[in-house]
C-alpha cells in the first residue's frame, strides 16, 4: 500500500496543502492526473476547484469523480485517490452509494492505487468513521470504512489550553469513552501531522505529533518521525464492508 493520511488540509497560516506538499509531491510522484472524491462537502465543483488550485504546483490534471459518468470504472483505472475533509457521515454515504468502497479498497491493497486522505477521507481509511469528530448529519448503511489500517484515527486532535473553562469532554475524553466498548488503538492526530504508509511501514510526520490511547494504558505522546509500522501488526476488530 501507499497511503498519506493528513489529519488536516492546512495549518494556521498557510494555505490549502501547502504544509504537506513535499509529502504529496512524494506521494504522486511521476502521476499526471489525481482522482478526488469530493463527497464531503456540498458543494462538489466548487471544492474540486480548490483542490485544482491547491495541486497546480505539481503540475498535475485533478478529475472530479462527481463529473464522471461511471465513478467506479474511473477507480479502475486511477493511479492517485484524493478523499478530501468535509463531514465524514455524508462522505461514507455517498461512497457506499456509488459503490467506491470495494473497488478502492482492492486496488490500495493491491498497490494499484495511491490513496491521500484528508481529515474525513483520513478516518476513511481507517476501519469504521466513529472516531471523528463530525456530527450525523446523513445516515450512513454502516459505519464501516476502508479498513486500510487495523485502528483508527481521531483528525484535528487537540488538548484544551491552560486555563480553559469549557465544561464539555475532551477529545481525551471522549476517545476514552470510545475504548470502553471498543478495543481498538486510536491516533490523535494533531493538526499539521500525517501519516505515512509504505507497504508494511508507517510512520508519523509533519510539523506536529500525536497521541496514541490504548485501552488499559495511558496515553502515550508522539513524535513526528516516530516508527508505528507495530500498529498494522493489531488485529482488525471491525468487519469491512462487502
Not at 465543483?45 to 483542490?51: G, H, K, L, M, S
Not at 481521531?154 to 478495543?183: C, K, V, W
Request: contains cysteine; negative net charge.
Amino acid at each position: 500500500m501507499n497511503l498519506l493520511l493528513l489529519s488536516s488540509s492546512r495549518v494556521a497560516g498557510g494555505g490549502y496543502l501547502e504544509h504537506a506538499r513535499e509529502a504529496i509531491g512524494d506521494l504522486l510522484g511521476a502521476c499526471r492526473t489525481v482522482h478526488f472524491a469530493p463527497y464531503a462537502l456540498a458543494s462538489h465543483d466548487a471544492y474540486t476547484e480548490q483542490v485544482r488550485a491547491g495541486l497546480a504546483p505539481f503540475g498535475v490534471s485533478v478529475v472530479g469523480l462527481h463529473q464522471l459518468d461511471e465513478p467506479r470504472a474511473a477507480i479502475e483505472d486511477a493511479d492517485v485517490l484524493f478523499v478530501g475533509g468535509g463531514n465524514s457521515f455524508r462522505l461514507l454515504k455517498s461512497l457506499q452509494r456509488l459503490g467506491l468502497l470495494e473497488p478502492v479498497r482492492r486496488r490500495v491493497e493491491a498497490g494499484a492505487l495511491r490513496y491521500l486522505g484528508s481529515s474525513a477521507g483520513t478516518n476513511m481509511a481507517c476501519p469504521t468513521l466513529r472516531t471523528t469528530n463530525d456530527m450525523p448529519i446523513v445516515q450512513p448503511d454502516s459505519f464501516a470504512s476502508l479498513g486500510l489500517i487495523p485502528f483508527q484515527i481521531n483528525p484535528h486532535y487537540f488538548d484544551p489550553g491552560p486555563g480553559s473553562t469549557h465544561m464539555g469532554e475532551t477529545r481525551e475524553q471522549r476517545i476514552a469513552e470510545f475504548l470502553e466498548e471498543n478495543d481498538v488503538p486510536v491516533l490523535g492526530l494533531r493538526e499539521g501531522a500525517w501519516l505515512r504508509r509504505r507497504e508494511r511501514q508507517l510512520y508519523l510526520d509533519g510539523r506536529a505529533g500525536a497521541r496514541l490511547f490504548r485501552r488499559g494504558a495511558a496515553p502515550e505522546a508522539l513524535q513526528p518521525g516516530a516508527d508505528l509500522s507495530w500498529l498494522l501488526d493489531v488485529p482488525a476488530r471491525f468487519d469491512h464492508p462487502a
